[in-house]
């Protein structure tokens, strides 16, 4: 589980039953990113300080934005919007991590606004006279529950949902949306006690290294600037940095057919195969560091075979 969450410049959708301690897993996962480069601290600043919500005493923003709006948000709440267009959500969490606790919950048509932002990192507001363009480069973190009455795959609860309903549930979260998330976690339902001690010795700060040690590498790859991550990476630069031997090649040719991926999510396995094969230490991606990757997209199956 916590293997999973080493790397977290990757969006995330966590699957569990209530009480597996979605929400503080996704607060856990902010405190566990590197802090913001004077770079990025300046973007942040500026974005708070133009809607006049630089938290008092702090004249420069040095911790990474965590927004969690609610359900009940309105499109431009999310999004940005107005008369004089305003940032929203998505632009608060520019830099930082927007967590969306129960997204099946969210309005559909504010979930399939944010497809443009996830994959351009901004925002950009359309008006008759002209349009205004936002920065929103978030990490999203969103959470649901495997059913509508949550207990699917508990072991101590009876799901008594049936499959149309969950299907419908399920049909809320479209598949494009679904498509730019990189990671689908199935959270246990174990005690989050149990999730926070882990019992492999991971702890936040080990963690906190990874990620580092993964930047870095990162940062020799594509040198600096912003936007240079694994994460990014172009279908030119997959070219360029994930060659594949043949062995993988098969693998992830039959993940694609037995998944039925689409090129996105192809893309995305390699992107996240890279990162897993830096996390290694390995130059080469590996066939381990390949399924690794694979099997976070296990959703694609359930939910694209509707
Ligand atoms: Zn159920």
Redesign the pocket.
Known sequence: MLQCLREIVYNVLMIGSPGTGKTMLAKRLATILPPLTSHESLETTRIYSAVGRLPAGEPLMTTRPFRSPHHTISDAGMVGGGSVPAPGEITLGHHGVLFLDELPEFNRRSLEVLRQPLEEGRVTISRAMNSTTFPAAFILVASMNP??????GDPKHV???TPMQ?EKYMGRISGPLLDRIDLHIEVPAVPFTELSAPSDGTNSGAMRESVYRARAVQAERFGPGPGALNSRMSPRQLRNFCPLDEDCQGLLRTAMEDLGLSARAHDRILRMSRTIADLDGSLQIGAGHLSEAIQYRSLDRRLWAR
Not at 147 to 152: D, E, R
């Open positions: 059913c509508p009455c949550g207990y699917m799901c008594k949902c969950i």
